[in-house]
């Protein structure tokens, strides 16, 4: 049974690259303008020491010093944020809360307290309480950039998205230099959907700072979100100069390819992402992608296979399955992925007309009859779904139901709609 041959690039429908990361804030230096040390000589001169190991990364040494602080001046603030922060340094996240919660509750005033407490809860996965802490350093030092920007990495964390790009507005306010700030600031305006104040605010950042690879990864990330192709590649090589194993920026590469036609680059920039993550489905799914659109069909099909796997729950993937098995003569397995990608979701047109193709291949006219009705009920305007929805009816004998899907096509597509005609047990009026 002859049927309407659909052509066309297969291409990804939505952009699949990871949305641009977060830098998440790190210890602020340790002795603040305005924050005292309200210690003993001796044990001002322990949190000296213990200080300069923080610095040094000699967490363990300053972890010593700072408890031996303590015990000489249990009533010293200093010691014990100091003891916290050391603790925290050494990934011991609860008991650095803790040290830095006695800080807090022998100077509730101490703002840094108050921000390294923040830190530590976040490291420790208690966002609500870093929240507040970060909140609480804010209010005790108006301007204090590093609070309000944590803050906002908070917000984020906790999808609080519009929350955090104000906390973040408030840390560049009091230090419109800070790269960090602007780039975590881009990546929510981006998923906002806000993308022409992410670009501005990536382009802050990068002027800040030209090597910064999260905000050169967002920027590419945005331009793929405009449709502005060979903007997202430029700002994907980039990215991959300075972070070469940046598997993300490989997948952004490759999309931008795919939808500029460059077939071939797009593939190698797929293959390259999964040389760093084998079972990346977003990496999986491009290169299978490509390889159909190069025609490469029997290439395709493992990667495909794979993406389906990865992603049962998603009909997209099924239904790509089904297209590579089609493309490969497999129509039995075709047809069982397209079933699984209208099981999944009973709209999807594409694979409800995918599903009745391969039933015509298998001989089955009544079951292709049903799918084609479906996607023509769907689409009324499907051209391709009636012309075949036509010759299935005519396999099971019924001129006259094939004769009406003839008159609509005449207003639909001519075209097809001669091809029908000559298809007609009798020629239509």
Not at 132 to 142: G, M, S, V
Not at 274 to 289: F, I, K, S
Not at 391 to 412: I, K
């Amino acid at each position: 049974m002859g049927r309407a041959a659909v052509a066309g690039v297969f291409v990804l429908v939505v952009a699949t690259t990871s949305s641009p990361r977060l830098a998440v804030g790190q210890v602020a230096s340790p002795a603040l303008p305005g924050d005292a040390i309200d210690a003993s000589s001796s044990a001002e001169e322990a949190v000296g020491r213990g200080w300069a190991l923080v610095r040094q990364g000699r967490f363990e040494d300053a972890f010593a010093v700072f408890r031996g602080a303590t015990r000489d001046a249990p009533e010293a603030a200093s010691a014990f944020l100091g003891l916290g922060v050391a603790l925290s340094g050494l990934g011991r996240s609860d008991e650095a809360v803790a040290a830095l919660r006695k800080a807090v509750r022998l100077q509730p005033d101490f703002a840094l307290a108050r921000y390294s407490l923040g830190v530590a809860c976040e490291k420790a996965g208690r966002l609500d309480e870093a929240m507040e802490a970060f909140r609480a350093a804010a209010r005790l030092k108006p301007g204090y950039a590093a609070a309000e920007y944590n803050l906002g990495v908070v917000y984020a964390k906790l999808g609080r998205s519009e929350d955090g790009i104000t906390a973040y507005r408030r840390a560049l306010a009091a230090e419109p230099g800070h790269a960090d700030a602007l780039a975590n600031l881009g990546a929510l305006l981006g998923k906002a959907g806000r993308h022409g104040e992410a670009l501005e605010a990536y382009e802050r950042a990068l002027a800040v700072r030209p090597g910064h690879v999260d905000a050169r990864y967002g920027l590419g990330w945005t331009y793929a979100r405009l449709g502005r192709w060979n903007e997202a590649v430029a700002a994907y090589m980039r990215t991959l100069e300075l972070e070469p194993r940046r598997a993300a920026a490989w997948i952004g590469l490759g999309l931008a390819n795919d939808n500029l036609g460059r077939y071939t680059k797009a593939a190698e920039a797929y293959a390259q992402a999964l040389r760093l993550r084998p079972d990346d489905a977003d990496a999986l799914l491009g290169l299978g992608t490509t390889y159909g659109n190069l025609d490469r069909w029997a290439d395709a099909l493992p990667a495909l296979a794979t993406v389906a796997t990865l992603k049962k729950d998603d009909a997209g993937a099924q239904y790509s399955l089904g297209r590579a098995y089609a493309k490969v003569g497999r129509p039995a397995a075709a047809a069982e992925a397209y079933r699984r990608a209208v099981l999944l979701q009973p709209n999807h047109v594409a694979a409800l007309f995918g599903f009745g193709l391969s039933e015509v291949d298998l001989g089955r006219p009544a079951e292709a009859v049903q799918a084609f009705r479906k996607a023509v009920a769907l689409q009324p305007d499907h051209a391709p779904a009636r012309f075949n929805l036509a010759l299935a009816l005519l396999a099971l004998g019924d001129a006259g139901g094939a004769r009406d899907e003839h008159r609509v096509l005449r207003d639909l597509d001519p075209n097809l709609a001669t091809q029908l005609a000559l298809r007609l047990p009798e020629p239509p009026p």
